[in-house]
């Protein structure tokens, strides 16, 4: 089975610019989560989709928004952006539910803003 | 918000010995998972043990589970220098809208040859 992948693997934006980031998890699984890694806070959870329906989201700004698609690939976009949202995402998907099951991550989108 | 904190930060052994990182956590959970990332790249699950679980294994791997002290530990033995990587534990939280599996900020294992 092919695994998670994650487009583009690098950009560079300019503040105030959006991004879209896309996702595509393993073939059969219907649970998609996003998290944010950086080096100063970790990996921080961003949301998490389950059969197009957005079933979690993280404490993150509004400029921040996903959605998933009915064959399971999912994108998120991150609006107005700033100097702090440069960034690992990580796309991860799973069988089950997110937090009950083992996620398979993607390589990420190393998102650097300017 | 943090649920899981690993000990040490980091940690540095030689090729052969055994590697030993801690996770502790401050509220309950159904489930720990362990994770394994190297530079740059994504993570990789290693092993999922259920609260009602003690220990459990997985080639090298060996993670235990006490849930009255809100800890688990992951026993790598035999280390070899492909080891290296950064190791998290994640727990499920219920954070504002619902359930998520919410990571620690990792222990950096450096194995040399």
């Known amino acids: 089975k092919a695994g998670v992948t994650q487009t583009p693997r690098y950009l560079i934006k300019t503040r105030g610019q959006q991004v879209t980031l896309s996702c595509s998890p393993i073939?059969?699984?219907?649970?998609v989560s996003w998290y944010q890694q950086t080096p100063g806070q970790g990996l921080q959870f961003l949301f998490e989709?389950?059969?197009?329906?957005?079933?979690n989201k993280g404490n993150f700004p509004g400029r921040f928004s996903g959605r998933q698609f009915s064959n399971s690939r999912s994108e998120m976009n991150v609006s107005t952006l700033e100097l702090g949202d440069s960034a690992l995402y990580l796309c991860?998907?799973?069988?089950?539910?997110?937090?009950?099951?083992?996620?398979?991550f993607g390589n990420g989108t190393r998102l650097t803003v300017t | 918000s943090q649920q899981g904190e690993e000990d040490p930060q980091a940690l540095s052994i030689q090729e052969g010995e055994n590697a030993t990182m801690n996770c502790s956590y401050k509220?309950?959970?159904?489930?720990l998972q362990w994770y394994r990332q190297n530079s740059g790249r994504g993570l990789v699950h290693l092993i999922l043990?259920?609260?009602?679980?003690r220990e459990k294994h997985s080639g090298r791997l060996r993670v235990t589970l006490d849930t009255s002290k809100k800890s688990s530990s992951l026993l790598i033995t035999a280390s070899r220098a492909a080891d290296t990587a950064s190791y998290f534990c994640a727990t499920d939280q219920i954070t504002g809208t619902g359930t998520a599996l919410i990571f620690g900020k990792g222990t950096t294992l450096s194995v040399s040859s």
């Open positions: 043990i259920r609260s009602n679980e």
């Open positions: 509220t309950s959970i159904n489930n």
């Open positions: 991860a998907s799973s069988s089950g539910q997110g937090y009950n099951s083992p996620l398979h």
């Open positions: 073939s059969g699984h219907r649970s």
């Open positions: 989709y389950f059969s197009e329906t957005q079933r």
